[in-house]
């Protein structure tokens, strides 16, 4: 499998994942 | 001393601009500015002229957002990078740009003084610090994204 982070726009998904990732693990610090 | 939040805020957005404007600036026009150059032979003129001075300018800027972030974070620096109540929005920012920041100076730098000649490296030396180098960028591009989210979500975002 290709390296998502090869593909300028597989970058830019990466970074939207990841932000809906934190944003729950933030939530959940806040206690949401 | 009223004015000095203010101050400090001014500067950390002034620089992180410049520090985050360069980066995509690298991975949204230079990597494929280069491709594109090195098929005519006209690379040169990125990597001599453009590339050592767009570098300065971000590994400096990177510095210069860092140190005013922490500055504006004052006697909170603390609480949010140990995600304490009400700090934990800006305190995810906080630690992704720091990342970030080692990222630049431990991992993209020292390999891009190998590619840019500054530093001596045989061919496989280059060759490995061009990949190293090229995909922490790439890693930085990405944890820019979350890492602006939650700089904006401490006071703009509902959360």
Redesign the interface.
Known sequence: MKNPLDLLWGTVIAGLILTVILYYVVKSLIGG | MEMLPGIYRWIHILAGVMWVGLLYYF??VQ??ALKAAQADSTAAGITKHVAPRALLYFRWAAVVTWLAGAALLGANFVPAFT?QAGW??IG?GAWLGTIMLINVWALIWPNQKKILGLVQANDQEKNKARRVAF?TS??N??????ML??MV?QSHIG?
């Open positions: 991975n949204f990597v494929a995600f934990e929005n995810m995909l790439r890693v591009t990405m944890l820019s994204i979350p989210f939650f979500a959360m």
